[in-house]
């Protein structure tokens, strides 16, 4: 019998895990993509714990789990004993105690995970912190970038918005340099963020030699002296115009984690445009999950 403990393989930043880990889970999404299906969970379950709202993380985890045939105990903060004042971490000692095999979740506190992943005996999957990571987007971020190009290795990708307040981009500018991409940074001075190590650049010099835009959704509710441009005004200077998009090389790609704010970070038309990935990384996040979730419990391939 094997007495020693495993480690729960909780999934909260993308920096916890090696370069190989990252690529393997990358191309395991990319299979399950092409109709391959890892061994079934029957019996398992998820609880999935939104702090704040969600679109596309959770139903994207809420479908990886179905297609896992994961159960999923649902938990809805409204209805819970949150609003008694119970804290975080004893929602989730309760959620294990009661047998709950993974938790996914979403708080507005950055780093809100470093007391659970101390303490509990079962894996944490955060779908973002605050303005701190969302390592599952990011994770589904790098299929839709590898499913195109093959490689990170020298591609040049713009991360343009409200750098400061985005936990996409604070992931996604660490693993992508990581794996060897040329990373830059446009956003307006006051959304910058120099701990991102990030070059700043404008976007109208980027677009020439851009391989990937990645645009960032303005996060008002993150803005807390109120919002500095009016929505045509940062449009005109630092989104995605109709105008913009003819400057870029005919095979770069677009994209946005979404909610998109229409014709502030990106021109409505182009939300479809043939050069955007937003509703395939949509597609591609279900595939990511799952493989999320398969890490998570253990599974063997
Ligand atoms: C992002 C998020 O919630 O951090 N959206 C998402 O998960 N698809 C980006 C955002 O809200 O701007």
Not at 80 to 104: F, Q
Not at 107 to 120: A, I, M, Q, R
Not at 236 to 243: K, N, S, Y
Request: glycine residues 8%; charged residues 25%; negative net charge.
């Amino acid at each position: 019998m094997n007495l020693i403990k495993q480690q729960p393989k909780h999934f909260v930043s993308l920096d916890t895990l090696t370069l190989e880990e990252i690529m393997g889970m990358i191309e395991e999404s990319l299979r399950y993509k092409q109709g391959d299906m890892p061994p079934l969970f029957d019996g398992k379950t998820v609880a999935n714990l939104f702090f704040e709202n969600s679109t596309r993380t959770k139903n994207s985890f809420q479908m990886a789990e179905r297609h896992l045939k994961i159960q999923e105990i649902p938990f809805d903060v409204a209805t819970s004993s949150v609003t008694k004042g119970e804290t975080l971490y004893d929602t989730c000692k309760t959620l294990e105690a009661i047998g709950v095999d993974a938790l996914v979740i979403r708080h507005p506190e950055d780093g809100y995970y470093h007391e659970l992943v101390e303490k509990l005996s079962i894996p944490v999957l955060n779908g973002g912190d605050g303005s701190g990571e969302h390592p599952s987007q990011s994770l589904l971020d790098l299929v839709t970038i590898y499913e195109e190009y093959k490689t990170f290795q020298g591609l040049n990708v713009a991360i343009c918005g409200d750098l400061v307040h985005s936990r996409v981009a604070r992931s996604n500018a660490s693993v992508l340099k990581r794996l060897g991409a040329n990373v830059v940074g446009c956003s307006p001075e006051s959304w910058w963020d120099d701990s991102m190590g990030l070059v700043h650049r404008d976007i109208d010099d980027i677009l020439p030699d851009c391989d990937v835009i990645m645009l960032l959704r303005v996060q008002h509710e993150r803005h807390i002296m109120g919002d500095i441009f009016s929505k045509e005004d940062y449009h005109a200077r630092f989104g995605l115009t109709v105008e913009r998009v003819e400057r870029m090389k005919p095979g770069a790609i677009i994209m946005h984690p979404a909610p998109v704010n229409r014709d502030v970070e990106i021109a409505g038309s182009l939300i479809e445009h043939r050069q955007s990935r937003i509703f395939p990384q949509m597609t591609n996040g279900v595939y990511a999950r799952m493989a999320i979730l398969h890490r998570a419990l253990g599974g063997q391939l």
